[in-house]
């Protein structure tokens, strides 16, 4: 008797939740980091760009094969060299129902142009923007812009009218701290919309009714994002079936994921090349006890290149999955070659000998910042650094802590010695130089400054002569490959685990985009 | 004086104490390992040929080695290395010191705050003591633990950063000693209010001798018996505090790793096959604290007379 009363529970269970199970399902995505806010325009880095892009559409985008192709523009065509026509859909509406025009799109585009935007350096060649009807876009540009539609895959379309009442004009000022509510909430075209967001704990994606594409697999309705700092707790979260795909497995555990018969594991390299910048700007190292500043003089910095081993921390820290790099920017991109990519040799007694001439033979002291939960073993890279420039007598401390502060105080120029890993969405070299070697740029934070590099990209910027404009990209990789303004390391290769039956495509820049994701 | 021939050895060997201390094989085992890690750890620069806190020494191609008895140990490196090529037995060493100091420093710092509360509450009473015992009180609702993180926090609010890596040892004195000072305000307390009205304490008040002497001549001695068997659990609860506050990485910083912090950071290891980095620290950090507790325990039953059998 009590026995059949358990069985029809059981049944009843069974069948309240039964349909959900075979129809709606949830893909849980872990990675290290947080998104760092919500609002498209404030901050230009990876994890925030991540999150963004399922919530997010901009005028072109980037698919699976990595090719620019149409989103919420539908065909372009360039008037005379300055003027470029977008067409847009006609069918796209933001989660709330409101349809998009070309006011959206023109408020947008302003709207990542203004001071406290981070995707300003992206677009500063666009002079004007506005709307010819309500579908049709004319953006103008202050001279010729070959790598215009790279820069555009990145500009996000927000809704001007959800802007105006939510008081998101301009985008939230993340260095000073500000707090608005486009960094806490979303409103956009793309296939998802979150209706749950804590930072740093869970972000909930559920899927937008109102998008105008087609997902691959009908069953994804939702996606919960839940980072995990701690490298090992998030292997065994995978590893029990509580996350379903992981977006950056620590290397030490790749092994151990694929012995297991409920995980796969995919491998790419990825784009983004990690590196070691050192003020050259400031008079006195801020953390440094010689009262100068040793790395103004070239002699110095190749001292600390040259002690570098990075084969040891190729095959010891990053277990072999990693590519030693001479150069920011990684194939793929235009402007790479090997030539350029080749590393100076490791050769301690040549460092010391360096070291000794420029006029520190008992080395100096100095402090490296580093980040512990953005790139691949970030810290553990930094720990081996430190015991390597300790053999030619540079005593460094490490200076380790969580991303949002690492380049909070970065952008507030306070590193002597930091760590750094940079993307090139555009995939063209004229990205890397107007962010990190252009004078005055926002993250050119080694305060590097040379007028032959600055003219160069001027001439990337408008020059439509591709040999004339590729010239000019060789000879300012020459330039700065020569100062050794950065310490590069190596090319970051990126792991995805995911358990057997759930599919999200991996792609090189570490970007996953869920309406591609299925289940089996 | 017919013991004026004795040595104090002789002395020893005569009392109570030596003699349930060789009757006692746990007392005699706890007390050899503890002499032994205590040994170890404080004349490590004799023992072991490496200084796993200077960066410069060590080399990242020795990374991951296993211990020496397995097919790809090395000899050099008896218990393994760690990620960053640290020997693991010179580390453990090493961050054991650490742990030791800190245990010794925060249960010394509880002990002296908590005896002379309790004592003073004790032998003054009145309101005094009633405001002593009500706040033990409130702070035996703190779990320790949650107080050692809250003033660790409160810590590194105040530190600036380039002190606090210097600062952390003192700060987590601090918080350990802080949240474990109350066991010993109430058990002197308890001790100081069945003292005061013995004979000898009555006496001595009324013959004038000042309230001063009377606490620290007459009652502390005979209070400290239970005073030191829970300060000895509780060095082993503290050495466990240090190692859990630096598990959670408030600790002390990784440059210069205790116990705690070694386990923490070889747990990222974990499924890789790597067990021997968190392994060895844990499994040390095991042996310290139960041979502590044994030879607590063994304190304790030796010294109250009413557990004698």
């Given at each position: 008797?009590?026995?059949?009363?358990?069985?029809?529970?059981?049944?009843?269970?069974?069948?309240?939740?039964?349909?959900?199970?075979?129809?709606?399902?949830?893909?849980?995505?872990?990675?290290?980091?947080?998104?760092?806010?919500?609002?498209?325009?404030?901050?230009?880095?990876?994890?925030?760009?991540?999150?963004?892009?399922?919530?997010?559409?901009?005028?072109?985008?980037?698919?699976?094969?990595?090719?620019?192709?149409?989103?919420?523009?539908?065909?372009?065509?360039?008037?005379?060299?300055?003027?470029?026509?977008?067409?847009?859909?006609?069918?796209?509406?933001?989660?709330?129902?409101?349809?998009?025009?070309?006011?959206?799109?023109?408020?947008?585009?302003?709207?990542?142009?203004?001071?406290?935007?981070?995707?300003?350096?992206?677009?500063?060649?666009?002079?004007?923007?506005?709307?010819?009807?309500?579908?049709?876009?004319?953006?103008?540009?202050?001279?010729?812009?070959?790598?215009?539609?790279?820069?555009?895959?990145?500009?996000?379309?927000?809704?001007?009218?959800?802007?105006?009442?939510?008081?998101?004009?301009?985008?939230?000022?993340?260095?000073?701290?500000?707090?608005?509510?486009?960094?806490?909430?979303?409103?956009?075209?793309?296939?998802?919309?979150?209706?749950?967001?804590?930072?740093?704990?869970?972000?909930?994606?559920?899927?937008?009714?109102?998008?105008?594409?087609?997902?691959?697999?009908?069953?994804?309705?939702?996606?919960?994002?839940?980072?995990?700092?701690?490298?090992?707790?998030?292997?065994?979260?995978?590893?029990?079936?509580?996350?379903?795909?992981?977006?950056?497995?620590?290397?030490?555990?790749?092994?151990?994921?694929?012995?297991?018969?409920?995980?796969?594991?995919?491998?790419?390299?990825?784009?983004?090349?990690?590196?070691?910048?050192?003020?050259?700007?400031?008079?006195?190292?801020?953390?440094?006890?010689?009262?100068?500043?040793?790395?103004?003089?070239?002699?110095?910095?190749?001292?600390?290149?040259?002690?570098?081993?990075?084969?040891?921390?190729?095959?010891?820290?990053?277990?072999?999955?990693?590519?030693?790099?001479?150069?920011?920017?990684?194939?793929?991109?235009?402007?790479?070659?090997?030539?350029?990519?080749?590393?100076?040799?490791?050769?301690?007694?040549?460092?010391?000998?360096?070291?000794?001439?420029?006029?520190?033979?008992?080395?100096?002291?100095?402090?490296?910042?580093?980040?512990?939960?953005?790139?691949?073993?970030?810290?553990?890279?930094?720990?081996?650094?430190?015991?390597?420039?300790?053999?030619?007598?540079?005593?460094?401390?490490?200076?380790?802590?969580?991303?949002?502060?690492?380049?909070?105080?970065?952008?507030?120029?306070?590193?002597?010695?930091?760590?750094?890993?940079?993307?090139?969405?555009?995939?063209?070299?004229?990205?890397?130089?107007?962010?990190?070697?252009?004078?005055?740029?926002?993250?050119?934070?080694?305060?590097?400054?040379?007028?032959?590099?600055?003219?160069?990209?001027?001439?990337?910027?408008?020059?439509?002569?591709?040999?004339?404009?590729?010239?000019?990209?060789?000879?300012?990789?020459?330039?700065?490959?020569?100062?050794?303004?950065?310490?590069?390391?190596?090319?970051?290769?990126?792991?995805?685990?995911?358990?057997?039956?759930?599919?999200?495509?991996?792609?090189?820049?570490?970007?996953?985009?869920?309406?591609?994701?299925?289940?089996? | 004086?017919d013991d004026k021939g004795l040595t104090i050895w002789d002395k020893i060997k005569d009392s109570e104490i030596y003699f349930s201390f060789i009757k006692s094989p746990t007392a005699i085992v706890s007390s050899i390992l503890l002499a032994i890690i205590f040994f170890c750890s404080f004349f490590?620069?004799?023992?072991?040929?490496?200084?796993?806190?200077?960066?410069?020494?060590?080399?990242?191609?020795?990374?991951?080695?296993?211990?020496?008895?397995?097919?790809?140990?090395?000899?050099?490196?008896?218990?393994?290395?760690?990620?960053?090529?640290?020997?693991?037995?010179?580390?453990?060493l090493?961050?054991s010191r650490?742990s030791l100091i800190?245990g010794f420093s925060a249960i010394l710092?509880s002990l002296?705050?908590g005896v002379?509360?309790?004592?003073?509450?004790?032998?003054?009473?009145?309101?005094?003591?009633?405001?002593?015992?009500?706040?033990?009180?409130?702070?035996?609702?703190?779990?320790?633990?949650?107080?050692?993180?809250?003033?660790?926090?409160?810590?590194?609010?105040?530190?600036?950063?380039?002190?606090?890596?210097?600062?952390?040892?003192?700060?987590?004195?601090?918080?350990?000693?802080?949240?474990e000072?109350?066991q010993f305000?109430?058990v002197s307390?308890a001790a100081?209010?069945v003292e005061?009205?013995?004979?000898?304490?009555?006496?001595?008040?009324?013959?004038?001798?000042?309230?001063?002497?009377?606490?620290?001549?007459?009652?502390l001695p005979n209070i400290m018996r239970p005073v030191l068997v829970i300060g000895t659990i509780g060095l082993a609860l503290a050495i466990i505090?240090?190692?859990?506050?630096?598990?959670?990485?408030?600790?002390?910083?990784?440059?210069?790793?205790?116990?705690?912090?070694?386990?923490?950071?070889?747990?990222?290891?974990?499924?890789?096959?790597?067990?021997?980095?968190?392994?060895?620290?844990?499994i040390f950090l095991v042996i310290l604290a139960f041979s502590i507790n044994l030879l607590g325990d063994w304190m304790r039953d030796t010294l109250n007379p009413k557990l004698k059998k």
């Amino acid at each position: 008797m009590k026995y059949g009363y358990f069985i029809k529970i059981l049944l009843a269970f069974f069948l309240a939740f039964a349909p959900t199970q075979t129809f709606a399902k949830t893909i849980k995505w872990s990675m290290q980091g947080d998104s760092l806010t919500l609002d498209p325009h404030a901050q230009n880095e990876g994890p925030t760009t991540q999150v963004s892009r399922q919530v997010y559409e901009a005028l072109v985008t980037r698919g699976l094969d990595m090719k620019i192709g149409p989103q919420l523009a539908t065909e372009w065509r360039t008037q005379g060299p300055n003027t470029w026509i977008f067409k847009l859909r006609e069918d796209v509406k933001f989660s709330d129902g409101t349809p998009l025009t070309s006011e959206d799109v023109v408020f947008s585009i302003l709207r990542a142009k203004q001071r406290t935007s981070d995707f300003k350096e992206y677009i500063s060649t666009v002079s004007g923007v506005k709307a010819v009807n309500d579908y049709t876009v004319e953006i103008t540009t202050s001279k010729p812009n070959p790598i215009l539609l790279n820069q555009l895959s990145n500009i996000f379309i927000m809704s001007k009218k959800w802007c105006q009442e939510n008081f998101a004009i301009a985008p939230q000022n993340w260095d000073a701290g500000q707090e608005t509510i486009a960094a806490t909430k979303a409103l956009g075209t793309g296939p998802f919309r979150i209706t749950l967001r804590e930072p740093n704990t869970k972000t909930v994606f559920k899927k937008n009714m109102h998008w105008w594409g087609e997902m691959k697999d009908k069953k994804v309705t939702e996606i919960n994002l839940l980072p995990i700092k701690n490298a090992a707790t998030r292997v065994a979260a995978l590893l029990s079936g509580e996350i379903d795909v992981v977006t950056d497995v620590p290397v030490q555990d790749l092994a151990r994921i694929k012995n297991s018969p409920a995980h796969k594991v995919e491998s790419t390299a990825q784009m983004r090349t990690i590196f070691l910048g050192m003020d050259q700007g400031a008079d006195k190292l801020r953390t440094g006890n010689t009262g100068d500043n040793p790395f103004k003089k070239k002699a110095v910095r190749q001292a600390l290149y040259q002690a570098i081993d990075i084969e040891a921390i190729k095959k010891k820290v990053m277990r072999g999955l990693s590519e030693p790099a001479g150069i920011i920017t990684f194939p793929g991109v235009n402007g790479y070659t090997k030539e350029l990519d080749k590393r100076l040799p490791y050769d301690v007694a040549a460092a010391k000998k360096l070291l000794a001439d420029a006029g520190y033979p008992n080395g100096f002291e100095v402090e490296l910042r580093c980040p512990n939960d953005r790139y691949v073993n970030d810290e553990a890279i930094c720990t081996a650094v430190v015991g390597m420039l300790g053999k030619i007598g540079v005593k460094v401390n490490l200076f380790a802590q969580t991303k949002s502060k690492h380049f909070k105080e970065l952008k507030d120029n306070q590193g002597d010695f930091y760590m750094l890993g940079w993307g090139v969405p555009t995939l063209d070299s004229h990205y890397v130089f107007h962010y990190l070697y252009e004078s005055g740029a926002s993250w050119n934070r080694v305060n590097f400054s040379n007028s032959d590099v600055d003219a160069a990209i001027r001439v990337m910027e408008g020059e439509v002569n591709l040999d004339k404009r590729n010239a000019a990209i060789a000879e300012a990789w020459k330039i700065v490959k020569d100062d050794i303004s950065y310490l590069p390391l190596h090319h970051q290769v990126i792991s995805w685990a995911a358990k057997k039956d759930v599919n999200v495509p991996i792609r090189p820049n570490n970007e996953p985009l869920f309406r591609f994701a299925s289940f089996d | 004086m017919d013991d004026k021939g004795l040595t104090i050895w002789d002395k020893i060997k005569d009392s109570e104490i030596y003699f349930s201390f060789i009757k006692s094989p746990t007392a005699i085992v706890s007390s050899i390992l503890l002499a032994i890690i205590f040994f170890c750890s404080f004349f490590v620069e004799f023992i072991t040929p490496y200084n796993p806190f200077d960066p410069s020494s060590l080399s990242l191609m020795d990374a991951f080695t296993p211990p020496s008895w397995t097919s790809e140990g090395k000899v050099e490196f008896l218990l393994g290395t760690d990620g960053q090529g640290r020997d693991m037995l010179s580390t453990i060493l090493y961050g054991s010191r650490i742990s030791l100091i800190v245990g010794f420093s925060a249960i010394l710092f509880s002990l002296i705050l908590g005896v002379g509360l309790g004592l003073t509450a004790g032998f003054f009473g009145g309101k005094y003591e009633m405001i002593v015992m009500r706040l033990t009180d409130v702070q035996l609702t703190v779990p320790s633990i949650l107080m050692a993180l809250l003033v660790d926090g409160i810590a590194r609010g105040i530190i600036s950063r380039e002190l606090h890596d210097e600062m952390a040892i003192y700060v987590l004195i601090f918080a350990i000693g802080i949240s474990e000072w109350p066991q010993f305000a109430r058990v002197s307390r308890a001790a100081t209010l069945v003292e005061k009205n013995k004979d000898y304490v009555s006496a001595s008040i009324i013959i004038g001798v000042s309230n001063f002497i009377v606490i620290f001549k007459h009652i502390l001695p005979n209070i400290m018996r239970p005073v030191l068997v829970i300060g000895t659990i509780g060095l082993a609860l503290a050495i466990i505090a240090e190692a859990t506050l630096s598990f959670l990485g408030v600790g002390v910083p990784p440059t210069t790793p205790s116990l705690g912090t070694l386990i923490r950071l070889g747990n990222d290891f974990l499924f890789s096959g790597e067990w021997w980095i968190t392994f060895f620290p844990a499994i040390f950090l095991v042996i310290l604290a139960f041979s502590i507790n044994l030879l607590g325990d063994w304190m304790r039953d030796t010294l109250n007379p009413k557990l004698k059998k």
